[in-house]
């Protein structure tokens, strides 16, 4: 009882310890990255499998070594099976290589090492990463067609700009109509539009945006997802994604025998949101100080399924059957608040585009309705 309880005692300590990788990913490291997440979901999966199928470490991974698709991931797994040959962890070796197995990745390693539950955290692994797939998915598909419409109506606009607009001035001109307000506002712009640096300038500025969000990006994923989350629309579909990735962690982390406490303090490092790591804060320190784990929730905007199903888990003690519940019914939400902003967002784009060309339009023909209006008047 006394050896169950040190090595318990010795697995929370693993989790509850910073892994060495857990510093920012260098420029090379950003770079060194080739194999696709969908590579590395589907190695943990393959991984757990074999695993499953009676296959030692060591022949585990030369076989998917050999057989994976991918170079330098194939270059990497055969790296880390040597390295374990010669008599490392399984977590020590891949911590090598932050750019395939980040800091959760190698705490989870590091429990399972000691659990003796390596193919259920491969399995765990390969689910979080196939869920944190469909988030991203999910939320492509929420801004995809309102970036698409705003795309167009950008090269829609300028091209009106570039070659419509100076046709109307010069008719007008070549009328002796006076051109005011919105009208000059508009023809300014298309001068502005024409002018020989103005592409070119505006081109690198859009390429130089995205570059440097695309870089900041894989350096800081955390900051860049907090900036996200700020979003209204797009905040309230990453928050939920990170309710469903805690409450996965949390229940993985439980399941394998962790305390409460270290599992909330591991899950935290799992999650983006900022609101929400905050929370997982409160948590922690309310159990560390004797209190309920969910007293502190009443002060978040979280959904009050996840709160009450929380909650039971923790009068009852069953958190391992509500806990993949509540990962199920919370992955159905985020799936319904995604639809619905798909759908709100295509007729908004619709007629924002249409608001803005019915402006140009008008300014376009509103100095020959002042004429046709100054002859009516005269007449």
């Known amino acids: 009882m006394a050896k169950s309880s040190a090595l318990r005692q010795q697995v929370q300590n693993q989790m509850y310890s910073e892994p060495?990788?857990?510093?920012?990913?260098?420029?090379?490291?950003?770079?060194?990255?080739?194999?696709?997440?969908?590579?590395?979901?589907?190695?943990?999966?393959?991984?757990?499998?074999l695993m499953k199928s009676g296959y030692t470490v060591n022949r585990a991974l030369n076989?998917?070594?050999?057989?994976?698709?991918?170079?330098?991931?194939?270059?990497?797994?055969?790296?880390?099976?040597?390295?374990?040959?010669?008599?490392?962890?399984?977590?020590?070796?891949?911590?090598?290589?932050?750019?395939?197995?980040?800091?959760?990745?190698?705490?989870?390693f590091r429990a399972a090492e000691e659990t003796a539950r390596l193919s259920e955290a491969l399995e765990f692994l390969a689910e979080t990463a196939e869920l944190g797939q469909d988030v991203r998915q999910r939320v492509t598909e929420s801004i995809s067609y309102p970036a698409f419409v705003g795309i167009?109506?950008?090269?829609?606009i300028n091209a009106i700009l570039y070659f419509v607009a100076p046709e109307f001035s010069r008719y007008i001109q070549d009328a002796g109509i006076e051109i005011t307000g919105l009208s000059k506002f508009v023809f300014a712009l298309s001068d502005l539009v024409r002018m020989p640096i103005v592409p070119p300038v505006v081109f690198l500025s859009i390429a130089l945006g995205i570059w440097s969000v695309l870089t900041w990006?894989?350096?800081?994923?955390?900051?860049?997802?907090?900036?996200?989350?700020?979003?209204?629309?797009?905040?309230?579909?990453?928050?939920?994604?990170?309710?469903?990735?805690?409450?996965?962690?949390?229940?993985?982390?439980?399941?394998?025998?962790?305390?409460?406490?270290?599992?909330?303090?591991?899950?935290?490092?799992?999650?983006?949101?900022?609101?929400l790591r905050k929370a997982i804060g409160d948590m922690h320190a309310s159990v560390e100080r004797g209190q309920s784990m969910t007293a502190p929730l009443k002060n978040y905007p979280f959904p009050v399924r996840f709160i009450d199903m929380l909650r039971l888990g923790e009068q009852t003690g069953q958190f391992e059957t509500i806990l993949p519940n509540l990962t199920r019914s919370l992955t159905q939400e985020l799936h319904r608040t995604t639809s619905r902003v798909t759908m709100a967002s295509e007729p908004v784009m619709l007629l924002v585009l249409g608001g803005v060309v019915l402006v140009i339009l008008l300014s376009f023909f509103m100095p020959y309705f002042d004429v046709i209006g100054s002859l009516s008047v005269g007449a």
């Open 217 to 275: 990006s894989r350096r800081n994923p955390m900051s860049f997802y907090r900036t996200l989350g700020r979003i209204p629309l797009l905040g309230s579909i990453m928050l939920k994604g990170s309710l469903v990735r805690f409450v996965s962690m949390f229940h993985m982390m439980n399941a394998n025998g962790v305390s409460v406490a270290k599992s909330l303090k591991m899950a935290e490092s799992t999650v983006h949101n900022e609101v």
């Open 152 to 156: 167009v109506s950008i090269l829609m």
């Open 63 to 108: 076989v998917l070594s050999e057989t994976v698709s991918n170079e330098d991931l194939a270059k990497t797994l055969a790296n880390i099976n040597v390295q374990i040959e010669k008599g490392q962890q399984v977590s020590q070796a891949m911590s090598a290589y932050p750019w395939y197995f980040d800091a959760v990745s190698i705490g989870v």
């Open 20 to 49: 060495e990788d857990s510093a920012p990913a260098s420029k090379k490291q950003i770079f060194a990255r080739t194999a696709s997440t969908d590579e590395i979901t589907s190695f943990y999966r393959s991984f757990s499998i």
